[in-house]
């Protein structure tokens, strides 16, 4: 099998389980705070992993409050349970006044991160991309990652990975189709107004 099919198969068997998403309209970007230099960000993404969380983090409660212990910030770190019509299970949900800053989806086994829900501009990116900006100025014609179409709640979106990276993917979303179901992948041209709705970090396997 290619590493394109193979990506495309990672990408539609994370969609299947990325039902935590919680995609709002009014919280899909939180906060109205300017967005920070990245050297001002309370918490970075990057390839490694999200502020203090990384690919040895385990799925637990105590464990990732106390990772945020540290910070001079005040996070709050609570479980929540999410309902969807296959199952119900936990997430773990970090939040800042009102707004959540991320979520984070559990493997399985409710032991070890899947993936994390980045949900607010306020979060630096090393890759230089914010919540908000439009699909044409995060990838240069012609050298577009790899990107398909979402699945079930995400069935309007498009997922992408992000640039020269296999574990960070970006999620578009157009307020023209916000509501409908895309059948196919729009082309480059056509994805260059769609806007950086969430992105979505995965331990490197």
């Known amino acids: 099998m290619s590493i394109p099919h193979i990506r495309i198969l990672f990408l539609y068997t994370l969609l299947s389980f990325l039902t935590a998403c919680d995609n709002n309209p009014e919280d899909t970007v939180a906060g109205n705070s300017?967005?920070?230099?990245l050297k001002d960000a309370e918490i970075i993404l990057s390839p490694a992993g999200v502020g203090p969380l990384n690919a040895k983090t385990t799925f637990n409660i105590h464990k990732i409050t106390?990772?945020?212990a540290a910070s001079?910030?005040?996070y709050h770190v609570e479980q929540i349970q999410k309902n969807t019509e296959a199952r119900n299970y936990t997430v773990i949900r970090i939040s800042k006044n009102t707004d959540t800053l991320l979520l984070i989806n559990p493997d399985a086994k409710q032991e070890n991160i899947f993936s994390i829900l980045i949900k607010d501009r306020r979060i630096g990116n090393i890759l230089g991309h914010t919540l908000?900006?439009?699909y044409g100025a995060i990838y240069s014609y012609g050298h577009t990652e790899q990107c398909s179409i979402g699945k079930v709640e995400l069935?309007?979106?498009v997922l992408c990975y992000a640039p020269q990276s296999n574990n960070i993917i970006y999620l578009f979303s157009d307020r023209m189709s916000n509501k409908h179901?895309?059948?196919?992948l729009p082309p480059a041209d056509a994805l260059d107004g769609w806007k950086l709705e969430n992105i979505i970090w995965k331990p490197k396997p």
Do not use: H, W
């Open 72 to 74: 001079p910030n005040r």
């Open 132 to 134: 908000g900006m439009e």
């Open 181 to 184: 179901t895309l059948n196919n």
């Open 66 to 68: 106390q990772a945020f």
């Open 34 to 37: 300017q967005i920070p230099a």
């Open 155 to 157: 069935a309007s979106k």
